[in-house]
């Protein structure tokens, strides 16, 4: 076989690919890229759609957490609290979170009670599925399929990281052009060639942050974060010492009064947590439960997760970037990225490109194949036909690499070789007796 037939063959291997692939991402891009982006500007809009719960009039000095937290209890008798946010802006109210985290499990949707810090005063609460950082983070992880949905996830990230690099390749000049010309659309070969360049071009641009993306979501996912990262972290003796926090329990002495939420706070800003807190409440059963907190900053490499023992007032627990090893760093920092605080107003504005990047890939991928597909009525999905024959060993190699590494791709390659050689036999067969 020559050299161009052997390159025209497996350019149609790699289209087909890209061509599955893509069918296979573009609903999980969408819903990925719609909730991502709603999740990045939930503060922002919470502002503006709820100021009257989000804004109070300072006072003379700040009413008890205890007292807060009992007044957001007593609005919300059927339902458990489950964290307390207490802001460092004097103008902020508290917000004291139900459902959806610690003691539902995860399976419910969170919402917020809020309260007036220097009256005590519930000023209002939002239900669940109006409450937009609740259910769009939920939903962008998994939810209400539980692991099913984040192995769901998983495997649309696993595609989208083959859609790219086959796209990559497809994109790949070897007509002559340079590299930079390859990035501008022909405008005069057809409204499906511009399309196609338009789609290629930004793809391209963008290919590289959009794999990022990917990556710093994996260690989310219940299959890879937990089967595959959390095992290599323990065998290396890098687990992430930030839950430790959440982990520690008190020892109940008899006679003993626990402390309270700002007996806790005060102990907790003497050891230097400062700023913004996020208070995980006791589930009220939990005699031993230690009361636990962390600052909220842009960069986990600001933050510090503490532990208090209510009894004997000890801290049990306090966790700084000092204490991070290089993986868990790594992934703490990939955290910040995804979320879009690691470097500001302008990390938002950075990754909302990149959804609606995403989005846009997603319509001009549609436009280019619903512009190409066959009208003499043939039924199916236009495909790419196939190409038989061996690979290049690069790519074999390429292949199985991504698969030992993202094992959910590998089982599921081997799932669609085996689908795909069941439906080659079943339809030569007739011709074979024939």
């Given at each position: ?20 692939a893509a ?149 790949w000049p ?140 000890r801290t ?119």
């Amino acid at each position: 076989m020559s050299g161009s037939a052997s390159g025209g063959r497996v350019y149609r291997r790699f289209w087909r690919w890209h061509f599955y692939a893509a069918f296979l991402v573009i609903p999980f891009v969408l819903m990925q890229s719609t909730t991502g982006t709603l999740y990045l500007w939930h503060e922002e809009w919470a502002d503006w759609a709820h100021p009257e719960l989000r804004f109070v009039a300072p006072g003379d000095a700040p009413a008890g957490l205890d007292a807060q937290v009992a007044a957001a209890r007593a609005s919300q008798p059927q339902a458990h609290a489950t964290t307390l946010r207490v802001s460092a802006d004097p103008r902020r109210s508290t917000q004291v979170i139900f459902g959806g985290h610690h003691g539902d499990g995860g399976d419910g949707l969170p919402f917020p009670v809020f309260v007036d810090p220097y009256r005590a005063q519930v000023l209002g609460a939002i239900p669940a599925w109006q409450w937009m950082p609740g259910w769009s983070r939920k939903i962008h992880g998994g939810w209400p399929l539980g692991d099913a949905g984040s192995w769901l996830l998983e495997l649309g990230a696993c595609w989208a990281v083959v859609m790219i690099l086959t796209g990559l390749w497809l994109w790949w000049p070897r007509d002559g052009r340079g590299l930079l010309a390859s990035l501008l659309p022909r405008t005069h070969q057809g409204r499906r060639v511009f399309m196609r360049d338009l789609h290629a071009g930004v793809a391209v641009l963008f290919s590289l942050v959009i794999l990022a993306f990917l990556v710093t979501a994996l260690p989310w996912t219940k299959f890879w974060g937990e089967q595959v990262l959390r095992p290599v972290q323990n065998a290396l003796d890098q687990p992430s010492p930030f839950s430790r926090a959440a982990r520690a329990r008190s020892v109940p002495l008899p006679g003993v009064t626990p402390a309270g939420l700002d007996e806790a706070v005060a102990l907790a800003r003497a050891q230097g947590v400062t700023g913004e807190l996020e208070i995980r409440l006791d589930v009220p059963d939990e005699i031993d439960a230690a009361t636990s907190m962390h600052s909220l900053a842009p960069r986990a490499s600001q933050e510090t997760a503490i532990a208090i023992d209510r009894y004997s007032r000890r801290t049990l627990v306090r966790t700084t970037w000092d204490d991070y090893p290089p993986i868990p760093r790594a992934v703490a920092t990939g955290v910040d990225l995804h979320e879009g605080t690691f470097f500001g107003r302008s990390n938002q504005w950075l990754n909302t490109a990149v959804s609606a990047c995403l989005v846009w890939l997603s319509v001009t991928g549609l436009l280019s194949w619903w512009w190409r597909r066959p009208r003499d009525g043939r039924a199916g999905l236009a495909a790419p036909a196939r190409s038989p024959g061996p690979l290049p060993r690069a790519v074999l190699a390429t292949g199985a690499v991504l698969c030992a590494v993202l094992p959910l791709l590998g089982l599921s390659v081997l799932t669609l070789w085996l689908i795909d050689g069941a439906w080659l036999r079943l339809h030569s067969s007739p011709q074979r007796q024939r």
